[in-house]
């Protein structure tokens, strides 16, 4: 780490606005490149790229200097566009197995996979839950959880392939397994 990027953190450290601000002017365009590289959408990629500044200044006290700190907002970056990239994932799937379905039948469709997840065993239901509506990454969910990261990415897995299979045999399905995650 150069003598300025230690600067830097320290200054972010002591609650130097100006410091951050540097930071993020510094980064913003190569981040927002990077996370519109996954979503495709200039306006996701603002949006993640502030989380990321939100979470490295969150994590700026753990940052070691083992790496650069564009390294390290990088790494941050990546792993919030692969969240997005798997919470979009779960949301298309769910939009494309109602999409000829009429307004009318919305609440139905809300109901019926409430009642789906609802129906997962208790191990995988939490993680799914917290992944696909609260927002946790896998490792936070680790955390809470106390199980392992690992752990965490098999049970979001083993969820949506019940979730999957269940949402296939409930009806009036407007799509092939093989259109299903």
Not at 21 to 33: F, G, Q, S
């Amino acid at each position: 780490m150069s003598e300025d990027e230690d600067g830097i953190i320290n200054g972010i450290r002591a609650g130097d606005e100006n410091c951050f601000i540097r930071l993020v002017d510094t980064y913003k365009k190569r981040v927002i490149a990077l996370c519109y590289s996954y979503t495709e959408d200039s306006h996701e990629a603002e949006d993640l790229s502030q989380e990321v500044f939100i979470s490295f200044y969150k994590s700026v006290n753990r940052f070691r200097g083992d790496c650069s700190i564009s390294t390290y907002i990088y790494k941050i970056a990546v792993t919030k566009c692969l969240d997005f990239k798997k919470k979009r994932s779960m949301k298309s799937m769910l939009k494309e197995i109602f999409k000829d379905k009429g307004k009318e039948d919305e609440l139905d469709e809300k109901i019926f996979i409430r009642q789906c997840i609802d129906e997962l065993p208790k191990e995988i239901k939490i993680p799914v839950v917290l992944f696909y509506y609260v927002g946790l990454n896998q490792k936070e969910i680790g955390k809470v959880l106390n199980i392992s990261q690992k752990a965490v990415e098999g049970r979001i897995y083993r969820g949506k392939q019940k979730l999957r299979d269940k949402l296939l045999k409930g009806g009036n399905i407007v799509c092939s397994k093989s259109q299903i995650i």
